[in-house]
């Protein structure tokens, strides 16, 4: 009884011995702990909130591994979810307040961008040069507020993105109104500056709002501009899902997404004069009012459906494992080591202070 007590004993250390030598292996296989903590070099990253201290990015890891890495990227909309964990030690928080008010603020670009140059440029311009301020406007705000917000700057791509399992349903409302907030301010600048020339007249003008029958630019029928709006808004809504993917080529979703706003603007202008964009409409239907304010229910409904259907869609086409998944913030900032690499090279050189070069 002894010997074969004695046996099981030199089995279980020769297991233990053999279990430590893999670890050891493979912190220097990965140059790092094997527990989940960041490498030494990466701590000037934490310290600048880049990432959360349990980030979890190793070398040699791809780009679709890296966007999934636990803590690889704060502030996500998906806050409690698996996927993207938070944890009571994270340096920063991007707090919801923020987001919003990058949603306001690329909401106002675009609305601003757009309509302006069309109340205020179109006769000189025409449909193209409308077609291409809308879409530079959001392809710039992509790149200016998509790592903060995620850039939606639309209520129905929030709904898509909610309905593609890409973003918290919980922030959506908060979302939603900012956009639109940020499309009545556009709208009273725009008014503001417009009613700068003698004569001008709101109700009369237009002012870039939407609308059907009469109130259409080539007058289409109800039918046709819902159809329009529906098809258009889901064809944006695919493009944005694409673009933002897991699997997507990083840097390039703004470019890709705004040239599709582009398209469809140079397609539909004749039809509702576009909208695709609910607090797009509501901005200028307020200050134009009449016909304009009586119509707008069919650019806020048809461009949710479009949407959701868009969601469907792709979802179905491309179905994903909600831990795989990745928020449009996510997708629309730098990879985790691309981030520590700019603040390792900041912090190599820092800036001088101007008493210092005198």
């Not at 539909?268 to 134009?288: E, Q, W, Y």
């Amino acid at each position: 009884m002894e010997a074969v007590r004695e046996l099981e004993g030199q089995h279980q250390r020769e297991a233990d011995r053999q279990k430590h030598d893999r670890r050891r292996r493979s912190r220097r296989d990965h140059g790092e702990n094997a527990h989940p903590v960041p490498p030494a070099h990466s701590r000037r990253a934490i310290e600048a909130g880049l990432c959360d201290d349990r980030a979890t990015v190793r070398p040699g890891q791809t780009e679709a591994e890296q966007r999934r890495a636990p803590g690889a990227w704060t502030g996500d909309a998906r806050d409690g979810r698996r996927g993207s964990p938070r944890s009571s030690r994270t340096i920063r928080q991007v707090k919801p307040m923020r987001n919003y008010a990058a949603e306001c603020i690329g909401t106002f670009v675009l609305v601003f961008g757009g309509c302006g140059a069309a109340v205020l440029a179109g006769p000189h311009i025409g449909f193209a040069g409308v077609a291409a301020a809308f879409g530079l406007s959001l392809l710039v705000m992509v790149y200016a507020v998509g790592p903060i917000s995620g850039c939606h700057l639309n209520p129905a791509v929030t709904l898509g993105l909610v309905l593609a399992n890409k973003f918290d349903p919980r922030r959506a409302p908060g979302y939603m109104v900012a956009q639109v907030v940020g499309g009545i301010a556009a709208a009273a600048v725009l008014y503001l500056v417009a009613s700068g020339k003698a004569g001008f007249d709101a109700t009369a003008s237009g002012f870039a709002t939407n609308g059907y029958g009469d109130r259409s630019p080539d007058h289409y029928g109800l039918l046709a501009c819902f159809v329009s709006e529906a098809v258009m808004t889901g064809l944006l809504m695919f493009v944005i899902l694409g673009a933002t993917d897991i699997k997507a080529p990083v840097g390039f979703a703004g470019i890709a997404i705004g040239l599709a706003l582009t398209v469809i603007h140079l397609v539909s202008i004749p039809v509702t004069n576009t909208s695709v964009n609910p607090a797009r409409s509501i901005g200028p239907a307020l200050f134009a009012g009449g016909g304009a304010f009586f119509q707008l229910w069919l650019f806020i409904v048809a461009p949710c459906i479009g949407s959701a259907i868009a969601a469907f869609v792709y979802t179905t086409l491309r179905p994903v494992d909600p831990e795989a998944q990745i928020t449009m913030r996510a997708a629309t900032q730098a990879l985790p080591t691309e981030q520590e690499q700019r603040v390792d090279a900041a912090s190599a050189n820092p800036p001088v202070p101007p008493k210092a070069r005198s």
